[in-house]
């Protein structure tokens, strides 16, 4: 893909007639500018906290930057070394300090759990992307958005609030569909389903659950179990942008990969069929469990 592809919008025409489905210009709404949707959607956000009541509340801000297309705003272009994602990271920051601003104003800082988190890795393929090998988006983990490997699915999760230690670090593995029942337990909710689980706040050493097994899928569909360090991923290749990207496979199948993520966090050593078959043993515990059943589609 080159810097002159075809736009519709600031989406790139390939990406838009996929995403956007080709019969609604949604991104080429009039009065659409891609580079003033973050500011006006933190100006929103900001303005909605000034009139609180002093009642609950819940906010989910969602930005759209980092994503592409990347096109900063004037004021924080030129501000990193990285280009124009690089910028747009810089944008994010700019953002969740206007909230924590505005948290302050309202009196409700101190009394509020801020969270911020992120969906997937960095792709590395598009020219928004920058100098990847200076400036490595995903930090030393292996494969980038889309990919089952570590740098596909491996996101920062940043708490802070009543009960959180400052600059406490945490280890354990958990998911996002654990942040539902998680902020339910925070503020009392009860009835609320879902398959995540609530993670304590409190700053004392938590004990990872070792028979717990979290299943993520990567862009070709195949399935990729995490227990504990050991990482499954049912498929030859990444199964997603970076190559070679392989094929979908089941547990018994000799072309999957295994990682013992303690010992091997690069994901350099793939021991699939070695000893005890850990990959036919979560394939099989994940199964009972939820019913997950090979193949995907």
Same mark, same amino acid.
């Given at each position: 893909?080159?810097? /002159?592809?075809? !736009?519709?919008?600031?989406v790139? #025409?390939?990406?838009?007639?996929?995403?956007?489905g080709?019969?609604?210009?949604?991104?080429?709404?009039?009065?659409?500018?891609?580079?003033?949707?973050?500011?006006?959607?933190?100006? #929103?956000?900001?303005?909605?906290?000034?009139?609180?009541d002093?009642?609950?509340?819940?906010?989910?801000v969602? %930005?759209?930057?980092?994503?592409?297309?990347?096109?900063?705003?004037?004021?924080?272009?030129?501000?990193?070394?990285?280009?124009?994602?690089?910028? /747009?990271?810089?944008?994010?920051?700019?953002?969740?300090?206007?909230?924590?601003?505005?948290?302050?104003?309202?009196? #409700?800082?101190?009394?509020? +759990?801020?969270?911020?988190? %992120?969906?997937?890795?960095? $792709?590395?393929?598009? $020219?928004?992307?920058?100098?990847?090998a200076?400036?490595?988006?995903?930090?030393?983990?292996?494969?980038?958005?889309?990919?089952?490997?570590?740098?596909?699915?491996?996101? &920062?999760?940043?708490?802070?609030? &009543?009960?959180? $230690?400052?600059?406490? %670090?945490?280890?354990?593995?958990?998911?996002?569909?654990?942040?539902?029942p998680?902020?339910?337990?925070?503020?009392?909710?009860?009835?609320?389903?879902?398959?995540?689980?609530?993670?304590?706040?409190?700053?004392?050493?938590?004990?990872?659950? &070792? #028979?717990?097994?979290?299943?993520?899928?990567?862009?070709?569909?195949? +399935?990729?179990?995490?227990?504990?360090? !050991?990482?499954?991923?049912?498929?030859? =290749?990444?199964?997603?942008? /970076?190559?070679?990207?392989?094929? $979908?496979?089941?547990?018994?199948?000799?072309?999957?990969?295994?990682?013992?993520? =303690?010992?091997? &966090?690069?994901?350099? !050593?793939?021991?699939?069929?070695?000893?005890?078959?850990?990959?036919?043993?979560?394939?099989?515990?994940? %199964?009972?469990?939820?019913?997950?059943?090979?193949?995907? !589609?």
């Amino acid at each position: 893909m080159g810097g /002159s592809e075809p !736009r519709r919008g600031g989406v790139p #025409e390939a990406e838009a007639v996929v995403v956007l489905g080709g019969g609604e210009d949604v991104a080429g709404a009039s009065g659409w500018r891609d580079d003033e949707v973050d500011v006006r959607v933190v100006s #929103e956000a900001v303005s909605w906290l000034g009139e609180g009541d002093g009642r609950p509340f819940f906010a989910y801000v969602a %930005s759209a930057a980092p994503h592409r297309p990347c096109v900063p705003p004037s004021f924080v272009q030129g501000t990193s070394a990285a280009g124009a994602r690089g910028d /747009s990271i810089h944008l994010v920051d700019w953002m969740v300090g206007e909230l924590v601003d505005a948290l302050a104003a309202a009196g #409700e800082l101190d009394n509020t +759990l801020f969270l911020v988190t %992120s969906d997937n890795g960095t $792709p590395m393929i598009f $020219p928004e992307d920058g100098d990847v090998a200076n400036f490595p988006p995903n930090g030393p983990w292996r494969g980038q958005k889309a990919d089952a490997y570590e740098g596909g699915h491996r996101v &920062p999760l940043v708490c802070a609030g &009543p009960g959180v $230690p400052a600059q406490a %670090s945490r280890g354990e593995v958990i998911s996002l569909l654990d942040l539902l029942p998680t902020i339910a337990e925070v503020v009392g909710a009860t009835g609320v389903a879902g398959d995540g689980v609530a993670f304590p706040l409190a700053p004392e050493v938590v004990e990872a659950d &070792p #028979e717990r097994i979290i299943g993520v899928q990567a862009y070709d569909g195949r +399935l990729v179990l995490r227990s504990g360090d !050991r990482k499954a991923i049912y498929g030859s =290749g990444s199964g997603g942008f /970076s190559e070679p990207v392989g094929e $979908p496979c089941g547990p018994h199948d000799p072309d999957g990969q295994v990682y013992d993520l =303690g010992n091997d &966090p690069a994901e350099t !050593r793939n021991l699939w069929g070695d000893g005890e078959r850990p990959e036919v043993v979560l394939h099989e515990r994940f %199964s009972n469990t939820t019913g997950y059943a090979w193949p995907t !589609r």
